[in-house]
C-alpha cells in the first residue's frame, strides 16, 4: 500500500509542501502492523513471541516517533529495533529447562516470603512509577526493565548519557521516599 507523501500537484515543490505519509503513530501501526508483524515471525519461532517482538518494536519507535524526520523510513526503523530487541533477547537467552526423570522440588522463597506479599510489592512498585513525571519513568522503565545501558536509554530518547544518569538517580530517589514502598533509605 502507497501512501501520498505530498500535498501539492507537483513533488519539485520542495519538503515546505510535503506531509508526512503517516500523521499519527495509530495510524502508521494501523496501516503496517501485517507486514510488520510477518517480518517478526521470520526472527521467531513462536507466534506468540513474534507478536510481544513487535510489541517491544513498536513501543521502542513510539517512545522515538518525534525524533524520526524521515517518516517514510519508518519500516527500516521498526524493522531495525525488531532484529536488535531479537538479537539482545537471544544474547540473554538462559536455558533453564531440562529433561530430567524426576521433577525437582520447588525452591523455597527467601526467609519463608509469601508470594501474595511479593505481588503486593510488585504492584506498589508500579504504583510508584506512575507517580514519576514521564522522562524519568520513561528513563527507569528502559534502565530497568527493558535492561538497556544508559547509553542505549540515551540514545533511544535522544538525550546525554550524564541526563540519564541525573534523572534516573532523582527518580531513584523519590522511589525511596515512596511511602507506599516503605524501602529502608
Known amino acids: 500500500m502507497t501512501t501520498p507523501v505530498c500535498t501539492s500537484a507537483s513533488t519539485a ?41 513487535l510489541q517491544t518494536a513498536l513501543t521502542k519507535t513510539y517512545v522515538a516517533w518525534e525524533r524520526i524526520e ?5 519500516d527500516g526503523y521498526v524493522r531495525r529495533a525488531l532484529l536488535n ?13 531440562f529433561v530430567c526423570e524426576e521433577l525437582p522440588e520447588p525452591e523455597p522463597l527467601p526467609d519463608g516470603e509469601d508470594p501474595a506479599e511479593q505481588q503486593a510489592l ?20 528502559l534502565r530497568y526493565y527493558e535492561d538497556l545501558s ?24 523519590k522511589l525511596r521516599e515512596d511511602p507506599e514502598l516503605g524501602l529502608v533509605r
Not at 496501516?31 to 521467531?44: C, G, M
Open 70 to 74: 524521515d517518516h517514510r523510513a519508518l
Open 13 to 53: 515543490a520542495g519538503p515546505a509542501t510535503q506531509t508526512l505519509p503517516y500523521p499519527s503513530f495509530a495510524s502508521y501501526v494501523r496501516a503496517r502492523q501485517p507486514v510488520l508483524l510477518r517480518t517478526a515471525r521470520s526472527l521467531t519461532a513462536n507466534p506468540s513471541d513474534a507478536e510481544d517482538l
Open 85 to 97: 530487541t531479537r538479537t539482545s533477547q537471544w544474547r540473554k537467552r538462559k536455558v533453564d529447562e
Open 150 to 173: 544508559e547509553v542505549q536509554t540515551a540514545e533511544v530518547l535522544g538525550v546525554s548519557v550524564g541526563t540519564v544518569k541525573s534523572a534516573v538517580s532523582r527518580a531513584l530517589g
Open 122 to 141: 510488585h504492584d506498589a512498585m508500579w504504583r510508584a512509577i506512575m507517580k514519576l513525571p514521564d522522562r524519568q519513568r520513561a528513563m527507569v522503565v
